[in-house]
C-alpha cells in the first residue's frame, strides 16, 4: 500500500510534464490550439445577459407591464455616465473568470475575457458610439503589487478590436482607497470623493470617452470617474464592465 501511495506521489511531476495544463475551472485538460488556462467549453458556458436590465445602469431589472425601463435608483439619482453594460452577473464560471484574471495573475484571461464582452449586443452598441476608451486606473502602488491593471488590459484588448485609441494616463489615481467590497453605499462615495484626477485634459476635451472596469458593483468607483471626466471636458461617458455584482 505503502508503495503504492509513493508510486502515485513519484508520477504525479511526470503527469504534470505530459499534461502541461488543465483547466482552471472545470479541471479537463487543455488540449485545443488557442486554449490557456480555462477550456472553452467553460467559455462558452458563461451566460451573457442583456435585455432584462435597467437601461441606464444595467443593473438586473424586471420589467413589468407599464413601469419604467429604468430602476429606482437611477430614477432617484440619475448617474453621470449615459450608460453601463456588462456581459453578465458577477456569478457563477464568469466570476471564477473574473477571479482568476484579477487576483491570480492569469494575463492572458484579458482575450477570452474581452470576447465575452463582445458577444453582448448591447455592448456593441456602446462601443460604436464611443471616441475614445480609458481605464479605471489602479492606485500606482497597488498596481505595482498586482503588477498590472486588469482594467488596462481589457482597455487594451477592446482596443485591439474596434480600432478606437486607448488614452493612458489621463484619468490617474492620487489617493489610495479602502478595498470598496466592505463598504455602504455612502462610505464607498466617501471613501472615492478626489481619489482620481485628470491629467492633459485636452485628450478627452469634446469626446465621447467609454470608460471600462472589471466588475461593477455599486457603481460608484463608474460614478466618480465620470464626474471627474465630465468635468475636465468630455462630452459623455459610457462604461463597460466584465460583471455587474
Ligand atoms: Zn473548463
Ligand atoms: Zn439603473
Redesign the pocket.
Known amino acids: 500500500m505503502r508503495f503504492r501511495n509513493f508510486l502515485a506521489r513519484a508520477t504525479l511531476p511526470l503527469k504534470l510534464v505530459v499534461f502541461p495544463s488543465s483547466c482552471k475551472v472545470c479541471g479537463r485538460f487543455l488540449d485545443g490550439p488557442e486554449e490557456k488556462v480555462v477550456c472553452q467549453d467553460c467559455f462558452s458556458r458563461v451566460e451573457i445577459h442583456w435585455g432584462e ?7 438586473l ?1 424586471y420589467f413589468r407591464k407599464g413601469q419604467p425601463l ?6 432617484e439619482n440619475q ?1 453621470i455616465f449615459n450608460r453601463h453594460r456588462s456581459a453578465g452577473a458577477y456569478a457563477g464560471i464568469l466570476k471564477q473568470l473574473i477571479i482568476l484574471f484579477k487576483y491570480q495573475g492569469y494575463e492572458s484571461l484579458k482575450k477570452p475575457l474581452a470576447r465575452l464582452l463582445l458577444k453582448n449586443h448591447e455592448v456593441r452598441d456602446i462601443l460604436g458610439s464611443v471616441d475614445l476608451i480609458i481605464p479605471v486606473p489602479l492606485h500606482p502602488s497597488r498596481e505595482k503589487e498586482r503588477g498590472f491593471n486588469q482594467a488596462e488590459l481589457l482597455a487594451e484588448e477592446i482596443s485591439r478590436t474596434i480600432g478606437k485609441p486607448v488614452a493612458k494616463r489621463v484619468l490617474i489615481k492620487t489617493r489610495k482607497t479602502l478595498t470598496q467590497v466592505s463598504l455602504e453605499a455612502e462610505e464607498r462615495k466617501q471613501n472615492l470623493t478626489g481619489a482620481f484626477e485628470v491629467k492633459n485634459p485636452g485628450q478627452i476635451l469634446g469626446r465621447k470617452v467609454l470608460l471600462v472596469d472589471d466588475v461593477f458593483t455599486t457603481g460608484s468607483t463608474c460614478q466618480e470617474c465620470a464626474r471627474i471626466l465630465i468635468q475636465s471636458g468630455a462630452s459623455e461617458v459610457q462604461v463597460i464592465t466584465l460583471a455587474r455584482a
Open positions: 436590465v435597467c437601461q441606464v445602469c444595467g443593473r431589472f429604468i430602476c429606482r435608483e437611477c430614477l448617474p
